[in-house]
């Protein structure tokens, strides 16, 4: 899945959820350059590149629209970032801020398999009997939300020790 440089990545997942966004507008490389923060000359460049790699249809002055493979490729990336933001922010109770730029990075690095055992960790998390897991941000610690004290079964907490 490494075709694709991470700045090409953000290229093709900003363009895609600009597509889905403004069907009837069209995408144009104005644009991308405002969502993105970059020069005009940047989006250009990397236009070409994901035109070349088969991942948009483009050309000067044109609405861009993205490939069959492009959308596939796309959705990937959408996904990961899901999961890995649901995983910052709801499992280990990351702020929303935090939780959404450390999940824009890290979509880009995370390898299936880890992605795939993460996605088994969190549906567990939610489907656990006891009803889950909560962050006690005080004691820097996760507990069982219930705990089945009446059966003298309790649930193991996970310390969570910060260097700093």
Known sequence: MKDLSESLEMYLKTIYILSEERKDVGVHAKDIAVCLNVSRPSVTGALKLLKEKGFLHYEPYESVTVT????????????????????????????????????????????????????????????????????????????????????????????????T
């Not at 690095?109 to 939610?126: C, H, K, N, P, Q």
């Not at 006690?136 to 649930?155: A, M, P, Y």
Request: hydrophobic residues 35%; proline residues 2%.
């Open 68 to 163: 069959a493979k492009g959308k596939r490729r796309a959705k990937e990336l959408v996904k990961r970032y899901k999961i890995l933001k649901t995983f910052f922010s709801e499992v280990l109770g990351v702020d929303e801020a935090k939780a959404d730029s450390t999940a824009c990075e890290l979509e880009h690095a995370v390898e299936g398999d880890v992605l795939r055992r993460l996605v088994s960790f969190l549906d567990y998390m939610t489907l656990c009997p006891r009803g889950g897991v909560i962050w006690d941000s005080k004691r820097r610690k996760f507990f069982c939300e219930t705990k089945k004290e009446e059966e003298g079964e309790n649930c193991p907490s996970i310390n969570i020790r910060s260097k």
